[in-house]
């Protein structure tokens, strides 16, 4: 077995093929791994049944579990994921722009692969398909560590996938895997300089936490998500009701789920009861503020930290404030700047949300679980990026390139 410098050269090299391969021979590779996922089902699924025993005997919560479980289903969701990844224009070698200076030098701007993608996740099994066709169509090579709770998941799809890649001669090294989920790995695999030229870490705010403080390499932050939903006082309640089950119980552990509800005083009364009785028939516990548990007293007090808190599971922060002002305010400072949402029927509410909320994306009268790849057509995503440089919200094709200055001249000299 190769350690982690010897993969990480052999990903740079593929990188180099893989930069020149042209849209036709990627958009083949694509369709093989979306067949191969198919049609290998029952290899995969048997690894994942590994990894859910061991996971259930270590007593993981169920709402993990899920995050942890394949079906057939879920894998021709995942291979019909592939071809849609297969279908969007390659950003590669696109010239984004063009101008001429007056002594004659013609600079444009180009499109170019980043080169070797690292990618340190946990337990969803998805990750390692959805990162590697996203990174193939980009011409990147990528390097996938993901987590001890899934490694019979996503040893059985990265071995597919590299075979795909054989049968269609490109080098296997285009997707590299990392069997080791040892941290020793981990953090050297954050220092691989020179080979790595991005890392993104997809998981929780430990492992994210540890990535930044520790890479040498650079880092594209992806985010964990304490994200709001916010009934204002011109909301239509049934909306804020529907929108507010589904961003918390549709999946709990996902990072685009409502981990906190923040309402306005002159409705709260009247809607926060509704919304209880609401979440409670899903078990959902309601964590609030003094004034809310004076509305509803079986929510249980919170704690400070609650409002801090990503929970990726039935469990959400309530918080009563004075009007929008104060509900930004209390938004920006516990917000992981993931995705927040507003309810309102005021136009002027809406846009002072829109303007002064910051976070990757901000919604009005729509569910926070949009914030997806694939609900904004991309076909998926690298992650949610909460950081301002390079990229922001979801990572697709475009997220995974940089620019090249191409420069025509004449003989020119200065």
Known sequence: MRNLTQLAAGAQKASYILAKAGSARKDDALAKISEVLRARADEILAGNEIDLRNAREKGIAPSMIDRLTLTRERIDAIADGVMQVRSLPDPVGEVISMW???????????????GVIGIIYEARPNVTVDAAALCLKSSNAVILRGGSEAIHSNTALAKVMREALAGVGLPEDCICFVEDTSRAVATEMMKLNGYVD??????GAGL??????NATVPVIETGTGN????VHSACDPEMAVNIIVNAKVSRPSVCNAAESLVIDRAVAKDILPVIYEALDKH???MRGCSESRAICPDIKPAENEDFYTEYNDYIMSVKIVGGIDEAIAHINEH????SEAIVTSDYFAAQQFLDEVDSAAVYV?????????????????IGISTQKIHARGPMGLKELTTIKYIVYGSGQIR
Not at 100 to 114: H, M, S, Y
Not at 335 to 338: D, G, P, R
Not at 368 to 377: A, H
């Open 208 to 213: 994210i936490r540890s990535v930044v403080e």
């Open 283 to 285: 078990g959902v516990e």
């Open 100 to 114: 001429e200076r007056p002594n004659g030098l013609k600079i444009g701007q180009k499109r170019v692969p980043l």
């Open 365 to 381: 009268n729509a569910s926070t679980r949009f914030t997806d790849g694939y609900e904004f057509g991309f076909g998926a995503e």
């Open 227 to 230: 994200c709001h939903i916010y």
């Open 198 to 203: 991005v890392l993104i870490p997809r998981g």
């Open 335 to 338: 917000s992981t700047k993931h």
